[in-house]
């Protein structure tokens, strides 16, 4: 069974508190995009975590990650998704986290109930 965690921009997070609605990320017009800045700033910092590209196009980049063939990661214009398998699930966790330094990314977690709070 595998555990995904996302990142999004902040915006998306307090759009989602203000909406309370149930299929909120089901809406593509919720989930604001990154900057090409931020994007890149994203791509590279996976990449200086351990992350490989697996894949790019589409506008979107997929990751393995050099420690755990259970651990990937999905690089879209408006979302990290992380997800992974056993020991994986500590890895993607502090890593989401870790990526939520500088204020503009916040953290959701699906399988523990929203935003992991600052």
């Known amino acids: 069974m595998s555990y995904d965690i996302h990142l999004y921009s902040s915006i998306v997070r307090e ?8 299929d909120f990320f089901e809406n ?15 791509k590279d910092r996976l990449l200086s975590y351990g992350y490989y590209i697996e894949s ?13 063939e259970g651990v990937s990661a999905l690089l879209t214009s ?30 959701y977690d699906p399988q523990n109930g929203g935003w992991e709070e600052i």
Do not use: C, W
């Not at 790019?56 to 755990?68: H, M, P, R, W, Y």
């Open 28 to 42: 593509s017009a919720n989930l604001s995009e990154f900057t090409p800045e931020q994007k890149e700033a994203l």
């Open 78 to 107: 408006n979302g990290l998704y992380f997800s992974a398998t056993g020991e994986g699930v500590f890895e993607i966790s502090m890593t989401a986290s870790e990526f939520t330094d500088s204020g503009e990314l916040a953290k």
């Open 15 to 22: 759009k989602h508190r203000e909406s309370k609605r149930e």
């Open 56 to 68: 790019e196009g589409d506008g979107q980049i997929a990751f393995g990650f050099t420690n755990d």
